[in-house]
DNA sequence: GGATTGGATAAGTAAATATTATAGTACCGG
DNA sequence: CCGGTACTATAATATTTACTTATCCAATCC
């Protein structure tokens, strides 16, 4: 029983006549006596008397037919399913990104919103380090880091600039200070997140190359944290901006620019290379180019090399 | 999209791998990546995604996988529903009686419905004279007749044998004569059918035979009018023993016998000759069949030849 | 980095399904 | 009642579709 000939079945029922269903069809009416004569065969039932000028359904033949209305209406639903994914009218978009990566995505998913608001997001919050891994076992379809994972099989796509923010609290002293040069924070206590980083590594060069102390008195597991601690005045932070740029807004932060302290962090996507990109994630990526397009620095978006 | 594309699809995705789904449909593997192939070319979408070991659905795969399984259960329940048909478990049967042959069809009704006790029954109620063409336009499969219907196209199967009976009232002299003849009648007011029949020329051929006449002062048009006139003691009717054997059994009416006025009365089934006889019908003509076989006389099952 | 597993591709073959041609059967009108 | 018309079945043939074998290529495992 195939879908050629329960729409065979309908022709006939509806036209009464195999030589009518064959013109409907575009088919010769040999075509259609031996379809219906197979599955009859096939089933073990006539399924219409012929004895008469005009076909008629038996009682097979019109439980049947009620059964092939049934299947190809299911069918075309499901044509039209796959059609609603491909135009975004259906869809769930599965993406990894750790505490601070989730504040890129917080202005791309806005936009993405409006676009397609049919497609669902799902967001799994995740270790920076756990990401790559999570894209390459497909938990998701996009990561969002802040660092260039390796593996031949992942896209890195660099789609915003960051600077990092040295902050103190507005009653800090340094909160008024004209120039603040990196010899100037030898006396301060510096509070660090407790996760090895580049980046780390990056700021305790710097400051060995100005031969300046660096006090890392205080390690904090969470951005939020630390920006807590900072806030209540008790000592600078190297965060990136980020995090920080509601707090700088509303003044519970000062940003402190100092020139021997200028690093930049970039945030990129990954996704798996070979394999082919869902619609959503598609659409995704191409929300991500336009914003780089329409609203510039820090935006981009950058395909980067695999190493 | 037919069903073995989608049979191919949810074992490929149950399976997660085109070669196991090849050994599980007995098919070769690359049988197994062509019929996919086809139908993601057919849909636009790719289904799976083939980049790493086992292959893993897209999300168009899914959503197809989804009604892949609804169409195939609706495929196989469409299998059974035809099954049901044919062990009786499902079915119609359009049946077509007058006033008089109901009372036949009703003794064998209860056996059918015992057997068969699925199979729902319309009696159509018509007149003697229509019920060969309802048959023949098949309004009805079976028609229920007592008279023998001409055209090449229906066979008719004797299946009762009916005598008429003389009836008065218990209260009627002849209710308690030894023994009438048919110059006994001719005082007595006949009460008639008034529809032309030809057992009604038979009567009044017997009755001139005998040179008696025969006084059809009542004509009524039901039996039932007829029992009921008699009943009251306005005359003597000859009706069919069948449609009397309730009110003989209870005293309402007393069973005349007169010698020259045994008539027999056959009651007959008819059906299109050519056309394929459903299930339902086959069962009914083989439990009248059954009953000739099992009660004997006056049931019986004589197919006649075609005038 | 070679071995193994799994999928794609190409070419050839088998099977299914179409077509043309023709014969047979109901129904209609003179 | 009989020939014309309308319709379906069947046979022979052609075409398309789907499967198999053989081989290649990519990913993963050890």
Redesign the pocket.
């Given at each position: 029983m195939?879908f050629?000939?329960l729409e065979t079945l309908l022709a006939?029922a509806e036209e009464?006549?195999?030589?009518?269903?064959?013109a409907r069809l575009?088919?010769?009416?040999?075509?259609?006596?031996?379809?219906?004569?197979?599955l009859e065969g096939d089933l073990g039932e006539l399924l219409?008397d012929?004895?008469?000028?005009?076909?008629n359904l038996t009682t097979a033949g019109e439980v049947l037919c009620d059964y092939a209305r049934r299947l190809l209406k299911l069918r075309s639903e499901a044509g039209s399913a796959i059609q609603e994914i491909r135009n975004l009218e259906r869809g769930r978009l599965q993406l990894a990104a750790n505490e601070y990566t989730c504040l890129y995505l917080l202005r791309v998913l806005d936009r993405f919103q409006r676009i397609c608001p049919q497609i669902g997001i799902t967001v799994h919050r995740s270790l920076a380090s756990k990401i790559p891994e999570e894209v390459l076992e497909r938990t998701v379809e996009i990561g969002i880091l802040s660092f260039h994972p390796e593996g031949e099989?992942l896209r890195t796509i660099a789609v915003y600039t960051d600077e990092l923010a040295l902050v103190v609290s507005p009653r800090h002293p340094l909160a008024r200070a004209r120039r603040v040069t990196i010899e100037d924070l030898g006396a301060e206590n510096f509070i660090a997140h407790n996760v090895p980083s580049p980046l780390r590594r990056q700021v305790i060069a710097a400051f060995a190359k100005h031969k300046t102390p660096l006090n890392m008195g205080v390690e904090l597991p969470s951005l939020e944290a630390i920006k807590r601690c900072v806030s209540l005045g008790n000592g600078v932070a190297l965060v990136p901006g980020l995090t920080v740029e509601q707090e700088i807004a509303s003044g519970e932060l000062v940003r402190v620019p100092v020139e021997a302290l200028r690093f930049e962090r970039h945030i990129r996507l990954v996704h798996r290379k070979?394999a082919p990109l869902s619609h959503a994630a598609a659409a995704f990526l191409q929300v991500v180019r336009d914003l780089a397009g329409d609203a510039g620095e820090p935006y981009e978006f950058r395909v980067e090399r695999s190493v």
């Open positions: 195939d050629t000939q006939v009464k006549g195999f030589s009518r269903a064959a575009h088919r010769t009416q040999p075509a259609v006596s031996q379809t219906i004569h197979k219409f012929r004895s008469s000028r005009e076909a099989h070979r």
